[in-house]
């Protein structure tokens, strides 16, 4: 299974680096949203993290970018949706279409 983390390219991440949860980095999207700060959100829909690459580039600037990501142990699955959470995943690649 591939997992994806749609995001901008204005935080200079490449392949090795770890996606932290926002309670480390103080990188929040979401204003609104008090719960689960300290999850790392991936996906395994293409269409998914395309939408969130573009919601953060809006947000933060830059350029949307799609990493491949191996999340670390244990994950967990959403009910409902095709995200997941972890407490940090490692970029293996970045997504080119």
């Given at each position: 299974m591939i997992f994806y983390h749609g995001t901008t390219n204005s935080f200079n991440l490449r392949e090795?680096?770890?996606?932290?949860?926002?309670?480390?980095?103080?990188?929040?999207?979401?204003?609104?949203r008090k719960n689960n700060t300290d999850k790392v959100f991936f996906t395994t829909s293409l269409l998914s993290a395309t939408k969130f690459a573009k919601k953060a580039a809006v947000k933060y600037g830059g350029d949307p970018i799609i990493y491949t990501i191996e999340p670390f142990y244990p994950y967990?699955?959403?009910?409902?949706?095709?995200?997941?959470?972890?407490?940090?995943?490692?970029?293996?690649g970045t997504y080119n279409k």
């Open positions: 090795g680096d770890y996606l932290l949860p926002a309670i480390q980095t103080g990188i929040l999207r979401e204003e609104w967990y699955y959403k009910n409902i949706t095709n995200e997941y959470y972890t407490h940090k995943a490692r970029i293996t």
